[in-house]
C-alpha cells in the first residue's frame, strides 16, 4: 500500500464517519478537525452537509470556537442555542459560509490527547442531551481508532508484515455495547464501511 493510498483511504474513512453521524443525527453538517502537530492549527479533514465542497483543507488557528475549546480542553461540549455561549466564534461560522444554531462537538483522542474533533452542527434527531453526547463520543471513538490503525499502516508500510487493518476492526466491533439499537446499528454500519473501504 503506497503512502497515496493510505492517505486515500484515511480521507474515505473519516468522509464516512462524519456522513454517518450527519445521517444518524439528522444534522445540517457533521466535520472532523484534526491538529496540525507542526502549528496546532485546526483543518478541516471531512465534512459532510453544509459546505462539505469548499471547507476541506480550510484551517483556524488552535483555540478558535467551540471546536478549538474542546481540542485544548478534552472535553466534549453541546451548546443548543450558540448565541448563549462565549466559545462560539461568530467571525469564524461566518468564514465558512453557515451559521450554525446549535453545535455538538467531541474530542477525538489518542494516547491521552486530543488530535482532532468531530462536530455535528444543527441536529434535528435529538432524544435527551445525555444520549446524543453518547452517541456522539461513540463515534468519536470510532474516528480516534480509525485514526490510530491507518497511522499504524503508514509507519509499518516498509517493513516486511504490514498490522491487519481487519483484526482491530474485529476488536472494536468486539467492544461494542451488548444491547441491540440504534446506537449499536450505526457503529455495526459504520465498522462495515471502513471494512468495505480497506478492500478497496
Same mark, same amino acid.
Given at each position: 500500500?503506497?503512502?497515496?493510498?493510505?492517505?486515500?483511504?484515511?480521507?474515505?474513512?473519516?468522509?464516512?464517519?462524519? /456522513?454517518v453521524?450527519?445521517? $444518524?443525527?439528522?444534522?445540517?453538517?457533521?466535520?472532523?478537525?484534526?491538529? !496540525?502537530? #507542526?502549528?496546532?492549527?485546526?483543518?478541516?479533514? =471531512?465534512?459532510?452537509?453544509?459546505?462539505?465542497?469548499?471547507?476541506?483543507?480550510?484551517?483556524?488557528?488552535?483555540?478558535?470556537?467551540?471546536?478549538?475549546?474542546?481540542?485544548?480542553?478534552?472535553?466534549?461540549?453541546?451548546?443548543d442555542?450558540?448565541?448563549?455561549?462565549?466559545?462560539?466564534?461568530?467571525?469564524?461560522?461566518? +468564514?465558512?459560509?453557515?451559521?450554525?444554531?446549535?453545535? $455538538?462537538?467531541?474530542?477525538?483522542?489518542?494516547?491521552?490527547?486530543?488530535?482532532?474533533?468531530?462536530?455535528?452542527?444543527?441536529?434535528?434527531?435529538?432524544?435527551?442531551e445525555? #444520549?446524543?453526547? /453518547?452517541? @456522539?463520543?461513540?463515534?468519536?471513538?470510532?474516528a480516534?481508532?480509525?485514526?490510530?490503525? @491507518?497511522?499504524?499502516?503508514?509507519?509499518?508500510?516498509?517493513? =516486511?508484515?504490514?498490522?491487519?487493518?481487519?483484526?482491530?476492526?474485529?476488536?472494536?466491533?468486539?467492544?461494542?455495547?451488548?444491547?441491540?439499537?440504534?446506537?449499536?446499528?450505526?457503529?455495526?454500519?459504520?465498522?462495515?464501511?471502513? +471494512? !468495505?473501504?480497506?478492500?478497496?
Open positions: 500500500m503506497s503512502a497515496d493510498d493510505i492517505d486515500g483511504t484515511e480521507r474515505r474513512l473519516l468522509q464516512s464517519i462524519v /456522513e453521524a450527519r445521517h $444518524m443525527f439528522g444534522a445540517a453538517a457533521s466535520s472532523i478537525f484534526l491538529v !496540525d502537530p #507542526d502549528t496546532g492549527d485546526l483543518v478541516f479533514e =471531512a465534512v459532510s452537509g453544509e459546505g462539505e465542497k469548499q471547507l476541506v483543507g480550510s484551517r483556524f488557528p488552535m483555540g478558535t470556537g467551540i471546536a478549538g475549546w474542546v481540542a485544548v480542553s478534552g472535553q466534549p461540549m453541546v451548546a442555542d450558540v448565541s448563549t455561549v462565549s466559545q462560539f466564534a461568530q467571525d469564524a461560522a461566518e +468564514s465558512t459560509g453557515y451559521v450554525p444554531r446549535t453545535i $455538538m462537538a467531541a474530542p477525538l483522542i489518542r494516547f491521552e490527547e486530543c488530535v482532532g474533533v468531530l462536530e455535528v452542527l444543527d441536529r434535528t434527531a435529538s432524544r435527551s445525555l #444520549d446524543d453526547m /453518547e452517541m @456522539l463520543g461513540l463515534f468519536a471513538t470510532q480516534a481508532c480509525g485514526l490510530e490503525l @491507518l497511522l499504524r499502516v503508514r509507519r509499518n508500510r516498509q517493513q =516486511a508484515e504490514h498490522p491487519d487493518p481487519r483484526e482491530l476492526l474485529r476488536r472494536i466491533g468486539e467492544r461494542l455495547p451488548g444491547r441491540a439499537g440504534r446506537r449499536d446499528a450505526a457503529v455495526v454500519r459504520l465498522l462495515a464501511i471502513a +471494512s !468495505d473501504l480497506l478492500d478497496h
